[in-house]
């Protein structure tokens, strides 16, 4: 069975660009979880998408936006990207959206950088 | 809100040490309580999980009890081994379900 897969791996933007991160679920999982990893602290929720609907958002400004297609893989877009925004990004994915029970597999992230 | 709270570390030991990271939670209701874990250049991994009071997650000879009583999900593992060394995350899904709150993480560095 694939895992969650990310792409790309790496990527490298200017200060002001804007990118697109992509995620693909495990199959049979409706849910898609972003989170943002800066260096050296820990895992801050970004974005939340189940069947299609954007279902929660962390404390985010809203040039950080995202969908879900209806094969359930996603996207994420940083509008006017800062040097801050310089992360791992990582996707995750669940069985269900609202199932405590479960916990996330995660992909292998995003790094991305802005200078 | 809820919140996790987990040791500083980095925590280091010699190998075949016994291992504790601290993890303890606010939160209202049922929340499901994991333990991941991130290898060097990864994502992260789920270790263990437990959904309920009293309940013991363990997997790879590591364990953790979710104690309501004391709010605290401490992960153990009596031997570590230098391929456990690793960023340690404890986490909290809350009883509605909506998103994983995780700690700031602990890295381990094992020694051989």
């Known amino acids: 069975e694939a895992g969650v897969t990310q792409s790309p791996t790496h990527l490298i933007k200017t200060r002001g660009q804007q990118v697109t991160l992509r995620c693909s679920p495990i199959s049979g999982h409706t849910s898609v979880y972003w989170y943002q990893q800066a260096l050296g602290l820990g895992l801050q929720f970004l974005l939340w998408y189940d069947e299609g609907e954007e279902r929660n958002r962390g404390n985010f400004p809203p040039r950080f936006s995202g969908r879900q297609f209806p094969n359930y893989s996603s996207e994420l877009n940083v509008n006017a990207l800062e040097l801050e925004d310089s992360a791992l990004y990582l996707c995750a994915s669940s069985p269900s959206g609202t199932g405590v029970k479960y916990g996330y597999t995660f992909g292998s992230g995003t790094r991305l950088t802005v200078v | 809100g809820n919140s996790v709270t987990q040791m500083e570390g980095p925590v280091t030991l010699s190998e075949e040490a016994f291992l504790t990271i601290n993890c303890t939670y606010t939160?209202?209701?049922?929340?499901?309580l994991f333990w991941y874990v991130q290898y060097p250049g990864e994502g992260l991994q789920l270790l263990l999980k437990a959904t309920k009071a009293d309940d013991k997650g363990s997997n790879k000879g590591f364990e953790a009890t979710y104690r309501k009583e004391t709010t605290s999900f401490h992960l153990e593992k009596g031997s570590v081994q230098v391929s456990d060394s690793a960023v340690y995350f404890c986490a909290l899904r809350d009883s509605g379900g909506f998103k994983t709150i995780f700690g700031a993480g602990t890295r381990l560095f094992v020694k051989a």
């Open positions: 939160a209202t209701g049922y929340p499901s």
